[in-house]
């Protein structure tokens, strides 16, 4: 295995893969996963290659040539995207249409991650994939802009894989930030109960997405969430009850009582029905994925004392 820089390599003779968006969460995930595998692969974070610039990114794909891409950089800041309209489109649009035309032109199998932000969020059943898209933020405009650019530039073998409610032991997200509250934290804990989704562990989801880069799985629109469903406020509870706290000092509230630049979906829960035609299974249970990785968050919680 060698080591440089923000690179990982393991030699393998039979695939090499390369991940944009490296040092994010799901990034950090894919590369546990493609060690875990033994398949040689390189990590790549923004400073390595800003897949903004086109002409950068045909000339570091066509060097690599990596046999599949996996892009996991975007601009995710949902609330800040709304006063940098610009730069969240750079990253989120241009950034997968310049991975999709570098990708097609040496022959690499592209996955693409997006979110359930494409949708309007306004429905009452799982959202399928050839569902009417509808953003209602910046961030959600972006990230279907870079839907289509991928699908309009190399239809026949890229993967586009939506999801949601991503939390990882890295970076920042929602359940590293109610494990804090739970085990440092004392009073009320309020939190959402009117948005549902899935919460979804980064390390379910790379599992999926390696397993669906290896696959001979058709092109196309899947959608990378756990199963169930669950609010904000629900997701909260199930995150203190394993932390070993209080979880009644996790109080559910409406939307209308946090002010929020962007828009949250009310109705984020994904349809797995894709999958089917695969042979990649459907992830399981939140409840079971959570408990999985509770131990992981914990101890990355306490050691950033």
């Not at 040539?65 to 949902?78: F, L």
């Not at 989704?197 to 696959?215: E, F, H, N, R, Y």
């Not at 469903?229 to 394993?242: D, L, N, P, R, T």
């Amino acid at each position: 295995m060698k080591r440089g820089g923000n690179h990982l390599k393991i030699v393998d003779i039979q695939m090499s893969w390369l991940i944009t968006g490296g040092s994010g969460q799901l990034g950090i995930a894919v590369s546990l996963e493609l060690e875990r595998c033994g398949i040689a692969f390189d990590s790549w974070s923004s400073k390595d290659l800003d897949i903004t610039q086109r002409a950068s990114v045909g000339d570091a794909i066509e060097r690599y040539s990596p046999d599949v891409i996996i892009n996991c950089a975007a601009w995710t800041d949902v609330d800040n995207a709304e006063n940098h309209e610009i730069d969240a489109f750079r990253v989120n649009k241009n950034g997968p249409e310049n991975l999709a035309v570098a990708a097609k032109q040496s022959n690499s199998k592209l996955i693409h991650v997006s979110t359930d932000y494409v949708f309007s969020g306004e429905g009452q059943k799982p959202w399928q994939v050839a569902d009417e898209i509808n953003p209602q933020s910046v961030y959600g405009r972006s990230k279907a802009e870079g839907e289509c650019r991928v699908i309009a530039n190399y239809p026949e073998n890229s993967f586009i894989i939506r999801t949601a409610w991503l939390y990882s032991p890295w970076g920042k997200n929602f359940a590293k930030t109610m494990t804090k509250l739970a085990i440092k934290g004392e009073g009320e804990v309020r939190v959402v109960n009117d948005q549902v989704g899935q919460p979804t562990s980064a390390m379910d989801l790379a599992k999926q997405i390696v397993d669906l880069g290896q696959s001979a799985s058709q092109g196309g629109i899947y959608h990378g969430t756990n199963s169930g469903q669950a609010s904000w406020f629900e997701f909260a509870q199930e995150i203190f009850k394993h932390a070993g706290s209080d979880v009644g000092r996790v109080s559910p509230v409406t939307s209308s009582e946090f002010r929020r630049a962007a828009k949250r979906p009310s109705y984020s829960v994904l349809s797995h029905d894709e999958w089917e035609s695969t042979s990649v299974k459907p992830l399981r249970d939140w409840r079971i994925a959570l408990a999985d990785a509770m131990p992981a968050i914990l101890s990355a919680v306490k050691a950033e004392e």
